[in-house]
């Protein structure tokens, strides 16, 4: 299982910013897929997950109404749009593979920053 994010930067507080995930090695559309993230000092943080055909979605209150979350699988890539930003977003964002209730494999991670 390979996972590579990328689209991660610094951007001003109330910028929007688009993060996606390259995957291979495994069957990307027979899964669900999700987002995470891990602020400086902080545990990592569950973000949002989408179903395998990508017809279902989640959100966790910090980021719903702001961020969404897609999947392209003939691409076999998964997608973050992220609007409305604020500083407490910045955090390396990573892209993980969601089997059996729990996230199995994660990429190397996207370093976020929110800052004027």
């Known amino acids: 299982v390979q996972l590579v994010e990328s689209g991660g930067g610094m951007v001003q507080p109330g910028g929007s910013l688009r993060l996606s995930c390259a995957a291979s090695e495994f069957a990307f559309s027979s899964y669900p897929m999700s987002w995470a993230r891990q602020a400086p000092g902080k545990g990592p943080e569950w973000l949002s997950s989408i179903s395998s055909p990508g017809d279902i979605t989640y959100y966790s209150d910090s980021v719903k109404g702001r961020f969404t979350i897609s999947r392209d699988n003939a691409k076999n890539t998964l997608y973050l749009q992220m609007n409305a930003l604020v500083p407490e977003d910045t955090a390396v964002y990573y892209c993980?593979?969601?089997?059996?209730?729990?996230?199995?494999?994660w990429g190397q991670g996207t370093q976020v920053i929110v800052s004027s």
């Open positions: 993980a593979r969601w089997l059996t209730g729990a996230l199995d494999y």
